[in-house]
Nanobody, 127 residues
Framework: QLQLVESGGGLVQPGGSLRLSCAAS????????IGWFRQAPGREREGVSC??????YYADSVKGRFTISRDAAENTVYLQMNSLKPGDTAVYYC??????????????????????WGQGTQVTVSS
């Protein structure tokens, strides 16, 4: 059974760093795009970053501060978050889009494009 489990969230001061992990089980990353999204109270879910093979996407709001990477051996995708701001406070979710059997793929950046979701991890940036 396909499962995504996020971890690494917590409370950090402004300017600090966190590394989120998205551990995948029941499938291998090779045929999937993995995205990170976040949702703050009262706001819509926002795409933060995504990765497929060596291609990546970043939202303008996190470009230069966040780095997405994947470890095939660990079947895990990471989101390194540096220079965190209070506006980064949200529940962070990872999601997977299945491209198996398709001859082409792309980097999906909208939540509705994804097939599977993790349960989320809270990130709070506050002094």
């Amino acid at each position: 059974q396909l499962q995504l489990v996020e971890s690494g969230g917590g409370l950090v001061q402004p300017g600090g760093s966190l590394r989120l992990s998205c551990a995948a089980s029941g499938f291998t990353l090779d045929y999937y795009a993995i995205g990170w999204f976040r949702q703050a109270p009262g706001r819509e879910r926002e795409g933060v970053s995504c990765i497929k093979s060596s291609s990546t996407y970043y939202a303008d709001s996190v470009k230069g501060r966040f780095t997405i990477s994947r470890d095939a051996a660990e079947n895990t995708v990471y989101l390194q978050m540096n220079s965190l701001k209070p506006g980064d406070t949200a529940v962070y979710y990872c999601a997977a889009k299945d491209f198996r059997g398709r001859s082409t793929w792309y980097l999906p950046i909208q939540a509705h494009e994804y097939d599977y979701w993790g349960q989320g991890t809270q990130v709070t940036v506050s002094s």
